[in-house]
């Protein structure tokens, strides 16, 4: 099928067209020597190995790190083999389609997955969903717009890979990997039809910044340029809607935090010593960033006049690994971290000391988080969505499910929740612990899958043993597939 803005569109709702032999050339450049896996994510598609070859694996890989925090439960089980979540979840054979139509109930009142979404013009880097519609953003020229699983607008930016969309009210921002960040607004005349309305920095405060030395940086030997400018991609961006800023984060190792009401930078911060993947505006006025280099940093926001100043309050992480990703929970004063070694790391806040563990459930690298309600995706190089659940009452972790079909690495993840984006579904008494959300992923095959997840996803154990399942808790041992996996505390570096 083509549409007016070119290209061509397959949708779905019942299988995956690709298969292995397809794109396997797409995803891996065998027998290349292994890179570090901090170029790896400085690289395009091509430059990612297969799931088995991307991280080696090091079963004293755990050993290796460090935390900043005063004490810590692990959340620990196997990666692989008998007791390994993506060998276990039910959700591990084939995920069910349903060929219903996306607007309809009964496909609504049914957990897994709804329907896919291929353009055959780009590998899926970015995703952002506001209410009903879908904004994705590829290695294309593109920029798409779907509702209920159907094309509904499209815009074209003047560069390629885009790698982070973010919505605030009107505006879309998307990061860039010129290093650029470009403002959309919807056309009031034409609904549907977007404009570019700006781009960060401007070209006003680029020309003053170009005659003051005061406000130019080294990026390289014998080479300068002006601090409000990024040097290298735009990694990923982070909104604090309260205050009215935009956080970007850079490959060229900084930060940026600019003032959407008049576009100008506030701030520039060399926040790490390679990399950085991710930003994230939090809680407490903390910002938390984390990089190639290993570590994850938490900064401390202090708003001056009509500026801002970070400081460095505390390492929350430091090893080996890269870090890949990060999510923030403020309700609950959490936060996730993702990292090159498929481990997933957390830590809550509690009278200002932070306390955490490790989730165990994928085989590669964790390429994105993200929360919903309770509920913790991860996605991974190894294809596959992990599905974690927190009790509050007790603050331990579960994997509640894998959630398959992608047949390339999962690069993002967006979230809604199910009332908030489906106008007219059917009301259901939910409450704090039943609210439903729609998942959306995006990956290396080209195609963006669409779940639906509710935070009472029973078990594994209660999915295969229902009578078991009332009067007693799962079992914590992980040899039983519980998902809620054994604990044990975490050395204390001082």
Not at 92 to 112: I, K, M, Q, Y
Request: hydrophobic residues 35%.
């Amino acid at each position: 099928m083509r549409n007016e803005t070119g290209g061509t569109m397959v949708v779905d709702v019942q299988t995956d067209p690709y298969n292995n032999n397809l794109n396997r050339h797409e995803l891996s450049d065998s027998p290349k020597p292994r890179p570090k896996f901090g170029d790896l994510l400085k690289a395009d598609h091509d430059g990612i190995f297969p799931p088995d070859d991307l991280v080696s694996g090091n079963s004293n890989a755990s050993h290796q790190r460090f935390s900043s925090v005063s004490a810590s439960t692990m959340s620990s089980g196997p990666t692989s083999g008998e007791g390994s979540p993506c060998v276990m979840s039910p959700w591990a054979r084939v995920s069910p389609p349903w060929g219903a139509d996306f607007n309809e109930d009964n496909v609504l009142e049914t957990n897994g997955l709804i329907g896919s979404i291929v353009r055959k013009e780009g590998h899926i880097y970015s995703l952002a969903a506001s209410g009903d519609l879908l904004y994705t953003g590829s290695d294309s020229k593109n920029i798409r717009v779907w509702k209920n699983l159907k094309e509904h607008a499209g815009f074209k930016s003047s560069s390629g890979l885009i790698k982070a969309i973010v919505i605030f009210g009107d505006r879309i921002f998307t990061g860039h990997q010129d290093g650029k960040i470009r403002i959309w607004k919807v056309s009031k005349r034409k609904p549907g039809k977007h404009k570019r309305v700006g781009t960060l920095p401007t070209f006003k405060s680029m020309v003053k910044s170009s005659v003051n030395p005061k406000h130019h940086m080294e990026v390289r030997r014998n080479r300068n340029s002006v601090k409000t400018k990024h040097n290298d991609a735009v990694s990923s961006l982070s909104l604090d809607v309260d205050l009215g800023l935009l956080y970007s984060s850079s490959w060229d190792t900084t930060i940026k935090v600019w003032r959407i009401a008049d576009s100008k930078c506030l701030e520039s911060i060399h926040a790490h010593d390679d990399a950085i993947n991710s930003v994230m505006s939090g809680f407490d006025d903390l910002v938390f960033t984390g990089s190639a280099d290993g570590t994850v940093k938490v900064w401390k926001r202090e708003m001056q006049g009509k500026g801002t100043k970070h400081v460095l309050a505390q390492v929350l992480l430091k090893q080996e690994n890269a870090v890949t990703a990060l999510a923030v929970k403020s309700k609950s004063s959490i936060v996730y971290c993702g990292s090159s070694d498929g481990l997933v790391n957390y830590w809550e806040r509690s009278k200002r000391v932070f306390t955490g563990g490790i989730l165990k459930g994928h085989k590669s690298a964790v390429l994105c988080l993200a929360i919903a309600g309770n509920l913790l995706l991860s996605g991974s190089a190894d294809k596959n969505i992990c599905v974690w659940r927190r009790d509050p009452s007790d603050k331990s972790h579960q994997c509640l499910s894998v959630l398959t079909g992608h047949m390339g690495p999962v690069k993002c993840l967006a979230v809604e929740e199910e009332r908030a984006c489906r106008k007219g579904a059917k009301a259901s008494a939910t409450g704090e612990g039943d609210r439903k959300f729609i998942i959306y992923s995006g990956s290396l095959d080209k195609s963006v899958k669409v779940w639906r997840v509710s935070e009472r996803m029973a078990t594994w154990r209660e999915m295969d043993e229902p009578a078991a399942s009332s009067g007693r808790k799962s079992s914590s041992s992980p040899h039983e597939g519980s998902g809620a996996w054994s604990s044990r505390d975490m050395e204390t570096q001082k």
